[in-house]
């Protein structure tokens, strides 16, 4: 079964400045990776995708993550952050067969003004 | 991009009483479906797989005599909690699979839930 990690429960940043959120999973084949993003009291927002291609996926408000297939991993990126950004940030693959989401633990991202 | 929608946002009834969420792809057909919940400052948790024109798949530890759901249509799944408890309030989350779009997973607004 796919696993997904995200070793950062809390990260904070100073506004304007960049953040890298991490994001490791477990597969030895091709996979889907997925950042969805959850404001307070709010549902998930997809933030970006990787299916296939390009291994460098931009997102809105600015994101972009990277699949990087030998490091199993799909770091979310943002070169400057701003106060609207502070968020729960979630990881997430498909398990095989089904389309059955595994989430990470989900990071909390608080920008300090 | 698609959306998926879910009503109500919030919803607060008393002990024992029966309330339904739905959960509709607004502009894209949906032959499977997902119900998460989500406790203060956790993942989702999955709680069952709706399948349009058959039963619902329910994740172990998950009742589905108290959690039930009907995927009546491509578009809509709804999740009725039955004889509601204080326990079972929580943020309960739908999902679609646009599959045209290489199966990328939408989300609903979330449901709030509150038992009194």
């Known amino acids: 079964a796919q696993s997904v990690t995200q070793l950062d429960s809390q990260v904070p940043v100073f506004e304007e400045a960049p953040v890298e959120l991490r994001c490791n999973y477990s597969?030895?084949?091709?996979?889907?990776l997925f950042w969805y993003v959850q404001y307070p009291n709010q549902g998930l927002q997809l933030l970006l995708k990787?299916?296939?291609?390009?291994?460098l996926v931009k997102g809105i408000n600015g994101f972009e993550a990277e699949f990087n297939k030998s490091q199993t991993s799909f770091h979310l990126r943002k070169p400057s952050v701003h106060i609207s950004d502070t968020a729960e940030y979630f990881c997430?693959?498909?398990?095989?067969?089904?389309?059955?989401?595994?989430f990470g633990t989900g990071t909390r991202l608080t920008i300090i003004p | 991009g698609a959306v998926v929608s879910q009503h109500p946002s919030w919803v607060i009834c008393k002990s024992g009483t029966s309330v339904k969420i739905e959960c509709r792809s607004l502009?894209?057909?949906?032959?499977?479906m997902f119900w998460y919940r989500q406790f203060p400052k956790q993942s989702l948790m999955l709680m069952a797989t709706?399948?349009?024109?058959?039963?619902?798949?329910?994740e172990q530890g998950v009742e589905k005599d108290k959690f039930l759901i009907n995927h009546a249509s491509l578009t809509l799944s709804t999740l009725t909690v039955t004889s509601a408890h204080p326990e079972d309030s929580s943020f309960y989350i739908c999902?679609?699979?646009?599959?045209?779009?290489?199966?990328?997973?939408?989300f609903g607004e979330g449901s709030w839930l509150t038992v009194v």
């Open positions: 709706s399948n349009e024109g058959s039963k619902a798949t329910y």
């Open positions: 597969s030895s084949v091709s996979v889907y």
């Open positions: 997430a693959a498909p398990n095989f067969g089904n389309e059955k989401l595994t």
């Open positions: 999902s679609a699979t646009n599959r045209v779009e290489g199966n990328t997973i939408y």
């Open positions: 990787y299916l296939s291609g390009s291994t």
């Open positions: 502009d894209f057909q949906a032959t499977t």
